[in-house]
């Protein structure tokens, strides 16, 4: 089960830091947010893992899982998502004020593929030889 | 309570406090700024008088308080007889000073901004002095570096005054973490910070194999601080401040927190050849240099900054003779000091504000303008040259007497006395410079203003200094006596050697050199065009301010270059070089490990629906990397994930997290879904393959490494603090569900920390949101256009029928969180997703309408009520956030428990609650306007 565990948190890492080296902001806060769930699952994991022992006090029963790295986790978790909402908005922000999504506030890097259907129109650009 | 136990700490803080008060009053009167300065340095200097009579009885009146005495940090102060004298003169002065400034700043300038800064100044100018404990002294020293810097930068317009408060704050700045070292080396051979201690090792510390590196890292803060070659060349360029500050700080009180350290020090550090060379040395380089720069400034300031300079190399020359009767004449010629040279500062603010003009060149003739001034000036002069019946006539008489003991201490040294008359010729010739070029030698040329005495009050504050320059010069056993006496014994921490103050010793060498001085002086200013022009010619090029600026610039340079190397203005470039240097550094740590990777702790077996479950999260992590370019299709599948974690946590007991965690999703997902709508709904692709290789093997290692490293942890045993949680949650915090107990209860601090960051990350939000405009798009990706029906019927009628339903789940999870898993974060976070659900069916207006809660009001009515709790507790004398707890019975209801945590639990609750719905609804608010954006100007 350990096996599966760290395995799982091993992927989520995996997939959130690629998702957070790309180009554009949206798919950086997706890659944050899935770095947040591997990190609070870390953190969890910390406390080992145990089944069918949650940390509330019952007479009949002897045994507790950890309950420090669960309150740790527990708030980490709503702070993950004060995160999240900063940066979206922040994301956004960067959209309103220069127009475009990417992290340098490029419109389209040198190295990406153009995709003007589904960016919103620009600005008609001056063509140079046009005279009239 | 006796006040003398506890008024030091006092003396120090309030003008701390007072400078709030300062730049506040100024908002209402800007002459309040001044008159409740005043008040407060005088209130400090009445709190101090009363342990003076102490001081004078020979007492040494120390105050200390823990603070972290595991490493000898107290807070804890000290008065004896040095540190006296230099709290009066920083008071006293103080208030002059402040007086005077009152005059002197013009209408234009911020009163309030001035005189705070002042005061800040004023009350760590009286924690270094007062301080007993070293690395508090320490602090205070490094204060002053922050608030000189701030006010030589008063006149921020001014490009002057910025560089040269830059300059001073790197010198200084950079000698208070030499001073730092120093002291945190002397307080390991002594085994203690504390100045007691300290100043009674001192054969310790002398025989100590650290001496040198101790003396010479504190003689570096010393230097710096006071000005000393070859850090002296900070101060001219420090006189861009404006007046009042270049004579409090820069003459009376900072630069002379060096000599102080060195009077401190005196005791413990002098006596070895290494302190006579070195103090010596710097002393006697900088009394000619300054001297010498001095009578060929044309500027009044630079004039008296570079006299300053000499001075203080004055001092430190005596300190380095490393006698007693030097100590008593260094001790003596800074109180002298301090008050001609304050003096002398004002008159030069005073001519500079009536004339408009600094220059000596065009300045002359003055005394026929404002004779009252010129008057002032010239005693002040007279006793910065040591001319009999003033007081710094008998101070230097000391100092020629002490170079004259001191030459014959070894056949090398015959040259000082020869120096110091050198140093003296050149002290008069600067002083009558000052004089006879400013008051008489013709008439004004081409000055801005018609020269006029100042207002009578301006003149008041050098009335007074000029009247103790007198006093002392002229009756020393009545004035200044008494107060060198304890001085003197409190820097030789003995009892002082015998030394006479009268004015008339016979025809000694001293006398001698005196006259020579004097003649030389006057013969060397009468030679002065001649010597203009030879400077002119040899010295004007020398400038350290060039140096400086070179090793400045290449320190700069050197630094852009290696930022440039990483920093390539590309955030993808930076977070990668970020990743990389994680993963390096931790492989290197496990490489150089020799223990084996896993432990020996068993694993728990693998059932069939965890397998799967976890197969399927691995998959979709995975697939989430393909379909990535494709923004709703990754939104859908992060949720999916988020879910599968839920299920994760419940598996392995932890209900609470699970419940958080699967809210916290609803919420999460709907915040993106709107944020998209604003978003392109694809992103590019990317075409460089040499990058996304890049990413993926970084991305591929980081993997595999946090699989490797929680593996590690998770196959060893490990030690866990939380047993005391479980013993004492029921009978210590009153409920049994421990995570929640530790959340308001035992952790109750780090919860209110969390909850304000969450509180500040959505008012972040709400800021970041006002007055954005964004062009929502006509179309989705597929080119089908926005649906503009409005909210859709059967989902309305529902979802009220669900509101009353779903707050009162919240309110269940809320109460019965300490108990069984629920409480303030997850019913918060039920609660908002009650809300948000309202928002999405109904719209924003008419919910608003409908549900008229100011969200900023529920975060700040749920901060205060969680530290409304803490407080509470305080108030009743326990720690911060005790809870307390009881048990009620009620009929009906039964038997159940209160504890005073729910109220911190509400708290919790109403900050989650405003947090997430106000990130959403503004969100929603900016979807809104863009679609109806007629609708938005008509508001």
Redesign the interface.
């Known amino acids: 089960m350990e096996l599966l565990v760290a395995l799982s948190i091993g992927a989520l890492t995996a997939s959130g830091v690629f998702l957070t080296l790309r180009a554009r902001t949206f798919p950086v806060v997706l890659g944050l947010t899935l770095l947040a769930y591997a990190v609070n699952l870390f953190l969890f994991a910390m406390g080992r893992l145990t089944i069918g022992l949650p940390p509330i006090i019952d007479p009949a029963q002897g045994q507790y899982a950890d309950p420090l790295p669960q309150a740790l986790v527990l708030t980490a978790i709503v702070i993950a998502f004060g995160m999240t909402a900063f940066l979206i908005v922040l994301a956004l922000k960067a959209r309103a004020e220069l127009g475009n999504d990417h992290v340098d506030g490029l419109n389209l890097a040198k190295d990406e593929a153009s995709l003007d259907h589904t960016l919103p129109p620009r600005k008609p650009q001056k063509q140079a030889g046009k005279t009239i | 309570m006796n006040l003398l136990a506890f008024n030091l700490p006092f003396v120090v803080l309030l003008p701390f406090i007072g400078a709030i008060f300062a730049a506040w009053s100024a908002r209402f009167n800007r002459l309040a700024a001044a008159w409740v300065s005043g008040f407060i340095a005088l209130s400090a200097l009445v709190t101090l008088i009363p342990s003076a009579y102490q001081v004078f009885s020979g007492q040494t009146i120390l105050q200390s308080w823990d603070w972290i005495p595991a490493i000898g940090l107290y807070f804890s102060f000290r008065l004896d007889g040095l540190a006296l004298l230099f709290a009066l003169l920083i008071l006293v002065i103080g208030i002059l000073v402040i007086f005077y400034a009152r005059y002197y700043l013009a209408a234009k300038d911020s009163m309030g901004r001035f005189f705070a800064y002042l005061l800040m100044f004023m009350g760590s100018m009286l924690g270094i002095v007062l301080s007993e404990n070293l690395i508090q002294l320490v602090v205070f020293w490094e204060l002053t570096s922050i608030t000189s810097f701030l006010l030589i930068s008063y006149w921020q317009h001014r490009k002057e005054a910025r560089q040269g408060a830059r300059m001073a704050l790197a010198i200084t700045g950079a000698g208070g973490l030499a001073l730092l070292a120093g002291v945190l080396l002397l307080g390991n051979v002594v085994g203690s910070y504390q100045l007691t201690d300290v100043l009674a090792s001192g054969n310790l510390v002398r025989n100590s194999p650290l001496y040198l590196p101790i003396l010479g890292l504190i003689l570096l803060g010393v230097f710096t601080k006071s000005a000393q070659f070859p850090f002296h060349f900070w101060l001219p360029h420090a006189m861009a401040a404006p007046t009042p500050v270049s004579a409090y700080l820069h003459s009376a009180t900072m630069v002379k927190a060096g000599i102080f350290l060195l009077a401190r020090f005196f005791p413990i550090l002098s006596g070895t050849p290494e302190w006579s060379w070195l103090v010596g040395g710097a002393g006697m380089i900088t009394l000619i240099i300054g001297a010498y720069t001095a009578f060929f400034k044309h500027d009044l300031k630079g004039l008296l900054a570079y006299s300053t300079i000499s001075h203080l190399g004055l001092i430190t020359l005596l300190f380095g003779f490393g006698t007693q009767m030097a100590a008593v004449a260094a001790i003596f010629h800074i109180i002298n000091h301090a008050t001609f040279k304050a003096s002398l500062f004002m008159v030069a603010g005073i001519i500079d504000h009536e004339t408009g003009s600094r220059d000596m060149r065009k300045l002359n003739g003055l005394i026929k303008y404002m004779p009252h001034t010129a008057f002032l000036a010239i005693i002040a002069s007279a006793a910065m040259a040591g001319v009999p019946l003033l007081n710094g006539f008998l101070s230097k008489e000391m100092f020629f007497e002490q170079a004259v003991t001191a030459s014959q201490a070894s056949h090398s040294a015959w040259m000082i006395p020869i120096l110091v008359t050198i140093g003296g010729v050149l002290s008069v010739a600067y002083s009558i410079r000052f004089i006879h070029d400013v008051f008489f030698n013709g008439e004004p040329i081409n000055l801005p203003k018609i020269p006029h005495e100042p207002p009578r009050f301006m003149k008041i504050p050098v009335d007074l200094l000029v009247i103790i320059c007198l006093a002392v010069g002229i009756f020393p056993n009545l004035t200044v006596a008494p107060l060198l006496e304890i001085a003197v014994a409190g820097t030789l921490q003995s009892a002082p050697p015998h030394y006479s103050l009268a004015i008339w010793h016979g025809l000694t060498p001293a006398l001698i050199m005196s006259l020579i001085a004097l003649t030389g002086g006057i013969l060397f200013y009468f030679l002065r065009h001649r010597l203009f022009k030879f400077y002119d010619q040899h010295f004007r090029q020398i400038d350290a301010r060039h140096f400086f600026n070179i090793v400045m610039n290449n320190l700069f340079s050197i630094a852009n270059a290696v930022t440039h190397r990483f920093d390539k ?4 470039n930076a ?2 070089w970020i ?1 990389f240097s994680a993963l390096f550094f931790t492989a290197y740590g496990f490489a150089i490990q020799d223990t084996p990777l896993f432990g020996e ?1 068993p ?4 059932d069939a629906i ?2 799967m479950l ?1 197969i399927g ?2 998959l979709t ?2 697939v ?2 393909f379909i ?1 370019r494709q ?1 709703l299709l ?2 859908i599948v ?1 949720g999916m ?2 879910l599968v ?1 839920s299920l ?2 419940v ?7 699970a419940l ?2 699967l809210s ?1 999703e609803v ?2 997902i709907i ?2 879904l709107l ?2 709508y ?11 393959k040499m ?1 996304l290789w890049r ?2 093997i ?3 290692l ?7 490293y ?2 590690a ?3 060893r045993d ?1 030690q ?3 047993d005391y ?2 013993a004492n ?2 009978t210590g915090g009153g409920g ?4 929640n107990v ?2 308001v209860d035992f ?1 109750g601090f ?2 209110l920390g ?1 909850i304000t ?2 509180a500040l ?2 008012l ?2 709400f800021a ?2 006002q007055n ?4 929502a ?1 006509k179309n989705d ?1 597929e080119g089908r256009l926005w649906s503009n029906d409005s909210h859709p019927l059967i989902m309305q009628t529902f979802t009220r029928l669900l509101l009353p339903l779903m707050i009162m789940v919240a309110i269940f999870i809320f109460l019965r969180g300490h ?3 629920g409480g303030g ?1 997850i019913a918060g ?1 039920i609660a908002s997703v009650a809300l948000i659900v309202q928002y999405l069916s109904n719209g924003i207006h008419l919910t608003s309408e409908h549900f008229k809660v100011n969200m900023n009001w529920a975060i700040g009515l749920g901060l205060l009520i969680a530290v409304t709790t803490g407080l509470v507790a305080m108030g009743i004398g326990f720690p911060f956030l005790t809870s307390a707890f009881t048990h009620l019975n009620w009929p009906i209801v039964g038997e159940f428990e209160v504890a005073s945590a729910i109220a911190f639990d509400l708290g919790v609750f109403l900050v ?1 609650v405003g ?2 719905v106000m ?1 959403l609804v503004q ?1 929603g608010r ?1 979807s809104f306007a863009s679609h109806h954006p007629k609708a938005k100007e008509q508001k």
């Open positions: 203005g590309s955030l993808q977070s990668a990743v702790r694993m728990l077996p693998v965890s397998l976890a999260l691995m992590s995975i989430l990397v990535h923004r990754t939104l992060i994930i988020g974690l994760t946590f598996k392995f007991s932890a209900p609470d997290l958080t965690q916290i919420v999460t915040l993106l944020a998209l604003f978003l392109p709904q694809a992103t590019p692709k990317e075409i460089g990058r990413d993926g970084l991305a591929v980081s993997g595999v490494g946090i699989t490797l929680t593996l942890v998770l196959t490990y866990t603090i939380a949680f479980l949650s029921v049994s569900n421990v995570v530790i959340l952790r780090d919860t969390e960051v969450l990350a959505g972040g939000v970041m949101l954005m405009k964004l062009p798009p990706i108990n069984l898993p974060f976070l989650v947090a997430t990130s969100l900016l």
